[in-house]
């Protein structure tokens, strides 16, 4: 089993559309927990820190559940700019390495 | 600012050059790392720096070489390196490295070896 799995894309929605991504991860000690953007040919920008109390940055919303051992991304109203690739991102404890685990990523594509 | 700054853009290089790919970060983070992107596929890690020491080697071939001048320099020296190490090759940095913070990305430096 993957460290992180995300859904596999790509996901073709037309603008407007609501689109959610979800990912899943396998340490249950892992501490922190991220969704970051990569354009083509570009670097992996911060999209968002996941916080367990889930956390809003206008169209965009991040759910944690330690629970069961999964984060979401919610865009609404998506936009023409939103394609990119998606990444889920966990970071492992310390005392286990202290790394970043990056799930393989979805790509999004929003038609006009 | 998050900004991460990384020279060059594109590197072009045989496999007999000896060449470095240079970082910086003025955040003042403690921790920074190399990473390297193949197409389609996510980062991986190569390399972490914290407080200026080497803490991981994600058993890197020897071909690559790391080097952290000060607290907000990191260098990839390279040297020998064959075609297949071409890669986007990425430089990153968190505030420090136990506390689980987020890391920011540079540009990236486009390695072709031919």
């Known amino acids: 089993r993957k460290e992180v799995e995300q859904d596999p894309g790509p996901f073709n929605v037309p603008e407007g559309a609501t689109v959610a991504f979800n990912c899943t991860y396998s340490n249950s000690a892992s501490q922190s927990f991220f969704w970051y953007r990569q354009d083509c040919r570009k670097e992996p920008k911060l999209l968002m820190s996941v916080y367990s109390s889930g956390n809003e940055d206008g169209r965009f919303t991040a759910q944690l559940n330690r629970a069961s051992q999964y984060i979401s991304l919610l865009i609404r109203d998506s936009k023409l700019s939103d394609s990119a690739t998606y990444l889920c991102v966990v970071n492992s404890p310390y005392n286990q390495g202290g790394k970043l685990i990056f799930g393989q990523g979805t790509e999004l594509s929003v038609k006009p | 600012d998050t900004e991460v700054t990384q020279t060059p853009k594109h590197l072009v290089m045989g496999m007999t050059n000896k060449k470095s790919l240079k970082c910086e970060q003025h955040m003042g983070h403690r921790a920074m790392y190399w990473y390297k992107q193949k197409a389609k596929k996510p980062p991986e890690l190569m390399f972490v720096?914290?407080?200026?020491?080497?803490?991981i080697n994600e058993s890197v071939p020897s071909r690559f070489s790391p080097e952290c001048p000060n607290s907000s320099l990191l260098n990839l020296h390279l040297h020998a390196l064959q075609p297949e190490d071409s890669a986007l090759y990425l430089c990153?940095?968190?505030?420090?490295?136990?506390?689980?913070?987020?890391?920011?990305f540079g540009p990236g430096t486009r390695l072709t070896v031919t």
């Open positions: 720096y914290s407080y200026e020491k080497l803490s």
């Open positions: 990153a940095s968190s505030q420090d490295w136990t506390g689980g913070g987020e890391q920011y």
